[in-house]
Each structure stands twice: as structure tokens, then as C-alpha cells.
């Protein structure tokens, strides 16, 4: 069992910069691959970024390569999404998401999952 609770999210201008955090609980959090996942009104959730249990490999959505790094200290039990050069089309609920080992893209290969922190870029 993992649960996730994340942190970080608010309001800021167009090419502003956040880092979200997910801290998550249970023992199995080394063993676990983590995505963000956001979600904008009226749209579908959709993959953001992933890394696998070691840290050793990352994905990421073409929307935001360059712009997002994903990171996680596994000392602490956490995940980061650092989001840079931010824009109104980044605007969306965030979640943070665990499954076993390796990343995936796909929303419902993930087992646990966090009530999501909302991040708004303005104009």
C-alpha cells in the first residue's frame, strides 16, 4: 500500500517556474515507479512525466520535454516534477502517481494515486 499526498502547486505568470512534490508513505515507495499526471477542465487526464524505481530512467509528454524534470529521493519518499518556462496551457490539476518498478505512460497501469494539487499559469 502507497499513498500519496502532493504539494507545491499555485499560481504563477507564464514562463514562471514551480516544483511540485509528492511525498508518499509505505514501505514498498523504493520499489515503485512514479508519474505525474495532470488534468485541465473538461479534458482527459493525461501523462505528464514518469521514473522508474532507481531514478535510472525517466519519460516524459513532448509538451513538456526541456521544460519539466522529474527527480525523486527515495531517502525521503518523494517525487519532484520541477517545471520551468511554464505556460497558460500547463494549467491543469496535478497528480502524482505509483505503480511497481518501470515507468509508464498510461494512466490505469498505475495502482495509487494522490488528490492532486492544482497549478495555474496566467497570461
Known amino acids: 500500500q502507497v499513498q500519496l499526498v502532493e504539494s507545491g502547486g499555485g499560481l504563477v505568470q507564464a514562463g514562471g517556474s514551480l516544483r511540485l512534490s509528492c511525498a508518499a508513505s509505505?514501505?514498498?515507495?523504493?520499489?515503485?515507479?512514479m508519474g505525474w499526471f495532470r488534468q485541465a477542465p473538461g479534458k482527459e487526464r493525461e501523462f505528464v512525466a514518469a521514473?522508474?524505481?532507481?531514478?535510472?530512467?525517466?519519460d516524459y509528454a513532448d509538451s513538456v520535454k526541456g521544460r519539466f524534470t522529474i527527480s525523486r529521493d527515495n531517502a525521503k519518499n518523494t517525487v519532484y516534477l520541477q517545471m520551468n518556462s511554464l505556460k497558460p496551457e500547463d494549467t491543469a490539476v496535478y497528480y502524482c502517481?505509483?505503480?511497481?518498478?518501470?515507468?509508464?505512460?498510461?494512466?490505469?497501469?498505475?495502482?495509487?494515486w494522490g488528490q492532486g494539487t492544482q497549478v495555474t499559469v496566467s497570461s
Open positions: 509505505g514501505r514498498t515507495f523504493s520499489k515503485s515507479a
Open positions: 521514473i522508474s524505481w532507481s531514478g535510472d530512467s525517466t
Open positions: 502517481a505509483a505503480r511497481s518498478w518501470f515507468v509508464n505512460k498510461h494512466a490505469n497501469a498505475y495502482d495509487y
